[in-house]
């Protein structure tokens, strides 16, 4: 029931951070940084950030991780609980994973959210 619960609440937490990032232009990287501020995203050192973020897309694209196990790395990384570092990843994905947000938006998902009851 708990593992249920994180599942669903990673999930939620990780759709919010999709559907909250600036779409992604010429600077991925920028782009990113500035949507990390004015959250509770903001103070981490941009360079960490920035690596960190691109970690993600490598990180869902192997098979064995699910979106909450790269969210709960990506919390030991930056160093931030497992809600934003979620919130950070679904910004992460936005920003440098550019054909998982329109596989998303064609009704898609190269993230394997069914692992998280989607």
Same mark, same amino acid.
């Given at each position: #029931?708990?593992?249920?619960r994180f599942m669903v609440t ?24 500035n949507t990390l501020d004015g &959250? ?9 950030a920035i690596s960190a973020g691109?970690?993600?897309?490598? #990180? ?16 030991? &990384? ?7 570092? &979620? #919130? ?31």
């Amino acid at each position: #029931m708990m593992r249920m619960r994180f599942m669903v609440t990673a999930a939620a937490a990780l759709s919010a951070g999709l559907l909250a990032a600036a779409p992604a232009q010429a600077d991925p990287a920028g782009d990113f940084l500035n949507t990390l501020d004015g &959250t509770v995203l903001s103070g981490i050192n941009p360079a960490d950030a920035i690596s960190a973020g691109q970690s993600v897309c490598p #990180m869902l694209a192997d098979g064995g991780q699910d979106a909450a196990d790269v969210a709960g790395r990506v919390a030991d &990384t930056i160093g931030r609980p497992l809600g934003p570092a &979620t #919130m950070f990843t679904g910004f992460a994905i936005s920003a440098f994973c550019p054909g998982a947000v329109a596989s998303i938006a064609n009704g898609e998902s190269p993230i394997p959210l069914g692992l998280l009851g989607f």
